[in-house]
Each structure stands twice: as structure tokens, then as C-alpha cells.
């Protein structure tokens, strides 16, 4: 599994890159703080729903050092 894919991967304030909604045609992606894990189930195929602390909500792509 990929980055992003796994709830247990993702903690609250680590850096990450997300996708938003209107962004998945393009896959651009937008950095920032995780505020908010948004899915509930222990895994996602297309990556787990984070709220930024900016407010943008989008799918987890990778992981930010």
C-alpha cells in the first residue's frame, strides 16, 4: 500500500499533501498541517480524508518530512 492509504499512518499535525475535490482531474496536490482525520474506516484506496488546519479538505497523497 502507497502512502496515505492507511488511518493509522496519519497522525494529527503531521505534514502531508492532499487532493482536493476540484483537484483530482489535474492532481495537484495542496500541503499542510492535518487538523481533522475525516475517514473512519481503517483504510481507503484513493487515500484517507483529511481536514487541513488552512480548512481545505481533501484525500492524503503522501507524507511531508
Known amino acids: 500500500m502507497s502512502q496515505g492509504k492507511k488511518r493509522s499512518e496519519i497522525k494529527y499535525g503531521m505534514n502531508v499533501g492532499i487532493v482536493l475535490k ?3 482531474t489535474t492532481g495537484y496536490i495542496t500541503y499542510g498541517k492535518v487538523q481533522k482525520i475525516l475517514t473512519n474506516s481503517p483504510t481507503h484506496p ?5 481536514r487541513l488546519t488552512s480548512g481545505e479538505v481533501g484525500r492524503v497523497q503522501e507524507f511531508v518530512r
Open 46 to 50: 484513493h487515500g484517507i480524508k483529511v
Open 22 to 24: 476540484e483537484d483530482q
